[in-house]
């Protein structure tokens, strides 16, 4: 038997250029030499599969009037929001008729010839409008979370995007503006954001990033901080295995301690019962103050 061809491409393509062009033949499109990420869009099968790539797998599908937005935006941009099998965001005037497609999530809104910027085959939303569909539709804690992501890695700032959101009344504005009144990009990861949310949503006032002092004069910054109580809360990514940053963390909770600081630490598991997380840190200030 002939061996396959190999694939002369390079990066995503549709599979009925690559046959036109003689690249390929409609039998190898099914075979191992190449994946399918959506109808008629392939990529060779020894490329690296990145959430940016299937971003772009995505353009070579989009009609003129989409708008590549949100996580996918971000990801393009280079703030690392999105999975390689997470569907691709897309927004499309209300009038569009495109869709559904299997791998995208597509949203008819009202879209504004300035939203967006050519990219690839197709359109890159803005910053602000990649940042306010980021925002619009998600629950609070997950969109801040997100927004302070984009702020913190400089792609967009929270005066860039309150003034895009000045007098629009578009579906989800009032989730938006609330996520903008609580954003703050001195959180360094999402959960951590999620986290401070989910607290301040609860009448609390934690202090991001807050540098401690410690004996020995070495300063400590702790995720959370309620500083008159002395109360750290510490949200442990699974980064935490690693055996240099476990005898750093060791070192931190010992030197806090030292210091007279309380640590609550609040993993991922324990993020999915947000309520449960809120009751002890309330029940630590409260055994703080007595």
């Known amino acids: 038997m002939r061996p396959p061809r190999p694939v ?34 392939y990529l060779h099968a020894a490329e690296p ?20 937005t949100g996580r996918s935006a971000a990801v393009v941009r280079g703030v ?25 999530h597509v949203v ?9 910027e050519p990219w690839e085959h197709g359109h890159l939303a803005t910053p602000e409008r990649a940042a306010f569909d980021l925002v619009r539709w998600r629950p ?8 302070d992501s984009v702020v913190r890695a400089g792609t967009v700032t929270l005066d860039g995007v309150q003034r895009y959101l000045r007098g629009r009344h578009d579906h989800g504005i009032v989730n938006a503006r609330a996520a903008l009144e609580l954003a703050d990009p001195r959180a360094e990861s999402p959960p951590e954001s999620a986290l401070r949310v989910y607290l ?14 410690v004996p020995g004069g070495r300063t400590v910054r702790v995720d959370l901080a309620f500083p008159g109580r002395r109360l750290a809360v510490e949200y442990d990514g699974g980064w935490h295995v690693l055996r240099e940053q476990l005898e750093r963390d060791r070192w ?16 991922a598991q324990m993020m999915r019962r947000p309520a449960a997380v809120v009751r002890q840190v309330q029940a630590e200030l409260a055994t703080g103050a007595a």
Do not use: C, K, N
């Open 8 to 41: 002369h491409v390079s990066g995503p393509f549709l599979g009925t250029d690559a046959v036109v062009a003689g690249v390929l033949t409609r039998a190898q499109l099914r075979g191992p030499l190449v994946r399918r990420l959506y109808r008629g869009v």
């Open 49 to 68: 599969l990145t959430a940016e790539v299937r971003v772009r797998a995505a353009t070579l599908l989009l009609p003129g009037s989409a708008i590549i």
């Open 80 to 104: 690392s929001l999105g999975w390689p099998d997470d569907p691709v965001e897309v927004v499309v005037p209300e009038d569009d008729h495109f869709g559904p497609v299997r791998g995208l």
């Open 108 to 116: 008819r809104t009202v879209v504004h010839p300035t939203d967006s």
């Open 140 to 147: 609070l804690p997950e969109a801040v979370g997100d927004l």
């Open 200 to 213: 301040v949503l609860a009448g609390l006032d934690p202090v991001p990033q807050h540098e401690v002092v």
């Open 252 to 267: 931190r909770m010992a030197a806090l301690r030292a210091a007279g600081w309380t640590i609550v630490h609040v993993t």
